[in-house]
């Protein structure tokens, strides 16, 4: 089993940043892929970014520029960096984790709120 535990959301105004910290435990060693997702409401859940155990990054277009994710080997922990905030980015963040082999992120945090407004 894997647990992850998502930090670092709140309320930030359009421009601001803010960084969302994923900290890994259990298992880790069967984890090959951490993956920050997002969802907004009426929204279905999308990827956002994406790192795998060789350090590999996917950020994906619609974030591109403007975020970034890494990882903190000795802290098992996982970090969504996120600048220049739009009103759209509003969402609950989710980090996720896919085993090494899998097809598919099979253990997910409990999600950390984002509120981008003034």
């Known amino acids: 089993q894997v647990q992850l535990v998502e930090s670092g959301g709140g309320l930030v105004q359009p421009g601001g940043s803010l960084r969302l910290s994923c900290v890994v435990s259990?298992?880790?060693?069967?984890?090959?892929?951490i993956g920050w997702h997002r969802q907004a409401p009426g929204n279905q859940r999308e990827l956002v970014a994406a790192i795998n155990r060789g350090g590999n990054t996917n950020v994906y277009d619609s974030v591109k520029g403007r975020f970034t994710i890494a990882r903190d080997n000795a802290k098992n922990t996982v970090y969504l960096s996120m600048n220049f905030l739009k009103p759209e980015d509003t969402a609950v963040y989710f980090c996720?984790?896919?085993?090494?082999?899998?097809?598919?992120?099979?253990?997910w945090g409990q999600g950390t709120q984002v509120t981008v407004s003034l």
């Open positions: 996720a984790a896919k085993p090494s082999g899998g097809f598919q992120y099979e253990y």
């Open positions: 259990g298992n880790t060693d069967s984890i090959n892929v």
